[in-house]
């Protein structure tokens, strides 16, 4: 792999530097070292690059539909022949564990698969007609361009999740990472999908500053489509830009899981899953379980259990085998999970652990005495922190889930199944799991969230949907009799 190139931008498919006269400064968030630094992007870039994949979007329309499938595959077959160095561009670039990149690197593989089948999808519908003589076709084509939007946290696995199934749907796309992974969320996949094949320009990736291009990448008029996923308050933004532009937004948001522990379930294996809920890659996961609801009933013994497990995690340096718990991913995020922890026990709530933050590295705190009022309960906790709040009653459990602008994941555990499916169904998130994990992604299911935590669905066909339109052409095979 030319890592010389991973420090440039992919514009029409040429590898080159940014207009700009600013650089942005890849670096190590464990460590402070440099990896990349980069000339950035401009609003002219932006424009080059969405020119291009507009022009080669009309190419790639011309492709038979088993080469698509081909091309996307020959990603996964990439991906695998250099699946040691992207794990090694993981840990270094985000901080992620060994064990978190080898989950992300998963996940981009069965995405890919997934995507790959796109192209030998794209079925239509012939439809009867009111009128005789008549019929009505419906073709699925492509949106067009679409704009991605990708986070910081798991940007190889994210930005793949818009990239790939757009490109199999038989769009261009322009992909704009997070400035903390550039490389990750961005140049990797460019030069990925250079190397499985793709036309020139039909994937562009462009590394930039907000305070260089301000809403140019949304506002462009190419692109038909902005997917993006981050913060529910950078998405709503996009939002109503893309909206005041007539432009789709995918919007895939912040969450305030709840993990919902019944007197009925199984405290072990109960303890074992909240901790991999809040814990894995730091708490830096949309998904991740902010507040872990407990039975009175068993509420000290899964304390005592939880506590114990939490204060035996490992906390260092991620490139060590046996490292949990690597760095936040900035200073920025440090601090403000700090003076959440703060705000928390000034208001009353009573850390059963706290850890020590050291620059980028937090250790893991869990506060208690929390209730539903407080800042901690009601923010996103993106880092290693996390809420326990006791209940009586199921009704209380769920109204205490949904008391958040947040709708994203849940879970709950109990021995009876059914019972977990029906309080699963009066929990208002978009995704919620019985007896597992509030992670979970897979590449055939529908995901997406309810109220502040998105629009859309994405996955499978939902990701069809999202990145194709449907246009009707009917045919008249005689003439209408008019009544003038």
């Not at 749907?169 to 550039?182: I, Q, R």
Request: charged share 25%; proline share 4%; net charge negative.
């Amino acid at each position: 792999m030319n890592y010389s190139q991973l420090r440039q931008q992919f514009i029409g498919g040429e590898w080159r530097d940014g207009k700009s006269t600013n650089t942005l400064t890849d670096i190590n968030p464990y460590n402070s070292e440099v990896i990349a630094s980069f000339q950035i992007a401009n609003i002219e870039d932006i424009d080059d690059a969405y020119q291009a994949a507009h022009k080669a979007k009309l190419e790639w329309d011309k492709v038979n539909a088993y080469k698509k499938r081909d091309i996307l595959e020959n990603a996964v077959k990439y991906i695998e022949a250099h699946e040691e160095e992207i794990a090694s561009i993981i840990v270094q670039e985000l901080g992620g564990t060994r064990l978190k990149a080898a989950f992300e690197i998963g996940l981009v593989k069965n995405m890919i698969k997934e995507a790959a089948t796109f192209p030998l999808r794209m079925e239509g519908k012939i439809l009867p007609s009111t009128e005789d003589g008549k019929e009505n076709r419906l073709y699925r084509i492509s949106a067009g361009v679409v704009g991605v939007i990708s986070p910081f946290n798991f940007p190889f696995f994210l930005s793949v999740k818009s990239v790939a199934p757009a490109l199999g749907a038989g769009n261009g796309v322009v992909l704009k990472p997070h400035e903390d992974s550039p490389i990750t969320g961005g140049t990797l996949i460019g030069k990925i999908f250079e190397e499985a094949g793709v036309p020139k320009g039909l994937l562009n990736v462009v590394v930039t500053d907000i305070k260089e291009i301000g809403d140019a990448f949304v506002e462009h008029p190419i692109p038909r489509i902005i997917s993006f996923t981050g913060s529910t308050k950078v998405g709503s933004h996009i939002g109503q830009i893309a909206i005041k532009h007539f432009k789709k937004p995918l919007l895939e948001l912040g969450g305030n899981s709840a993990f919902i522990i019944l007197e009925d379930a199984d405290i072990d294996y109960a303890v074992q899953a909240a901790t991999f809920s809040r814990f894995t890659h730091q708490g830096q996961i949309c998904m991740s379980a902010n507040r872990i609801l407990v039975h009175k009933a068993i509420y000290s013994n899964f304390v005592d259990q939880y506590k114990e497990k939490v204060s035996a995690l490992t906390t260092g340096d991620p490139s060590d085998p046996e490292t949990i718990i690597g760095p936040v991913i900035n200073d920025r995020q440090a601090v403000t999970l700090e003076n959440l922890i703060a705000k928390g026990i000034e208001q009353g709530a009573v850390p059963l652990v706290q850890g020590k933050i050291t620059g980028r590295m937090v250790e893991p705190t869990v506060l208690v005495n929390v209730t539903s009022d407080m800042d901690v309960a009601q923010d996103e906790l993106f880092g290693p922190v996390v809420c326990i709040i006791p209940f009586e009653t199921e009704e209380e459990a769920i109204a205490i889930a949904n008391d958040t602008r947040f709708g994203l994941s849940g879970a709950i555990h109990t021995s009876n199944i059914e019972r977990g499916v029906e309080m699963a169904k009066k929990v208002h998130t978009g995704m919620i799991h019985v007896n597992d994990v509030t992670i979970n992604d897979e590449p055939i299911v529908a995901f997406g969230g309810e109220k502040q935590s998105g629009l859309g669905r994405l996955n499978g066909q939902w990701s069809l949907d999202e990145f194709t339109t449907l246009k009707w052409i009917s045919v008249n095979f005689g003439q209408r009799k008019f009544p003038y």
